[in-house]
């Protein structure tokens, strides 16, 4: 069975900041309450993921001794 791949048109840290921008987006649509935090929430773990990425990612990461 063949896998089906495909190649993705934006970077990692890109798709991740595009899903907080959603997610908050659609929390300003939604009155306070549960639903509205857990968006929020899950805005904060893709920013907090990207610069993670980022971080990882840096030429002036380097391993440890």
């Known amino acids: 069975m063949q896998r089906r791949r495909f190649k993705n048109t934006l ?3 890109d798709r991740l900041a595009k899903e ?8 300003e649509s939604k009155p306070p309450g549960q639903e509205r935090d ?7 773990q893709a920013e907090t ?5 980022q ?9 440890p001794e």
Do not use: C, I, M
Not at 20 to 27: C, D, G, P, S
Not at 38 to 44: H, I, S
Not at 49 to 53: F, R
């Open 38 to 44: 857990d968006l929020l929430r899950k805005a904060r």
């Open 11 to 13: 970077t990692f840290s």
């Open 20 to 27: 907080a921008k959603r997610f908050r987006q659609e929390a």
């Open 49 to 53: 993921a990207a610069h993670l990425d």
């Open 55 to 63: 971080w990882v990612s840096s030429p002036g990461l380097k391993p």
